[in-house]
């Protein structure tokens, strides 16, 4: 079946890069999400992309899709201690569904 | 404001005991979600509907209920039948092609 895989975990400095990288398997994906969920709270949609998009900039968020590879990466710049939290890739299959991975925590030192 | 609401927060239950989590959305949404997370795990889908007296099985419904007799409101059960179903609940709802998905803050239950 259809599968969505990141690293679990990820630290950076604040005022850095972070970079968080998923693989996906359908081939038939229309569209992928990152969504963003901080303690004990939902999650929340950050932005998302169409399957036939390379690249997609939203202030502080790039994203960028490699198809042919199935790889989705979210690029946050000058990282704040208020990003911490725990990062979902997602991608909706050529159905209704949306599968989900299971998060990367993102940890922002100061 | 608009947004989905899920009540309560915190819920403790007895096993044995059916219990029914509450999700209301004032987005007019058509679509609407159930997922369980546990931790170190992705979302799982249990139920969908994408429209009102209709709705789907996802990949773990069985144990759960739901119903759909109205556009803002798609309530579900956890039913004795459940075997482990100690998790933190998560409801949405979706309108459009893009399907983006805007959530509730979650229902965390615990069954001892």
């Known amino acids: 079946g259809e599968d969505v895989e990141q690293s679990l975990f990820l630290s950076v400095r604040e005022g850095d890069s972070s970079v968080i990288n998923c693989t996906y398997t359908d081939s038939s994906s229309t569209y992928l999400y990152w969504y963003k969920q901080e303690p004990g709270a939902g999650l929340q949609l950050l932005t998302y992309?169409?399957?036939?998009?390379d690249m997609k900039q939203d202030q502080r968020l790039t994203v960028l899709l490699n198809k042919k590879d199935k790889h989705l990466s979210l690029r946050i710049a000058d990282t704040q201690t208020g990003d911490s939290a725990i990062y979902f890739c997602a991608e909706k299959d050529g159905g209704f569904k949306t599968i989900f991975g299971a998060g990367t925590r993102l940890f922002v030192k100061a | 404001d608009g947004g989905i609401t899920q009540s309560p927060k915190y819920l403790f239950r007895k096993e044995g005991q059916n219990v029914t989590l509450s999700c209301e959305q004032n987005?007019?949404?058509?679509?609407m979600y159930w997922y369980r997370q546990d931790p170190g795990q992705g979302l799982r889908l249990i139920y969908y509907s994408q429209i009102v007296n209709d709705f789907q099985k996802g990949d773990i419904a069985e144990g759960y209920s739901v119903s759909r007799e109205k556009k803002e409101s798609f309530p579900l059960t956890v039913t004795s039948a459940q075997k482990n179903p100690t998790a933190f609940y998560l409801c949405?709802?979706?309108?459009?092609?893009?399907?983006?998905?805007?959530f509730g803050p979650g229902t965390r239950l615990t069954v001892t």
């Open positions: 987005l007019n949404h058509d679509a």
């Open positions: 949405a709802s979706s309108i459009g092609n893009a399907n983006e998905q805007y």
């Open positions: 992309i169409f399957s036939n998009m």
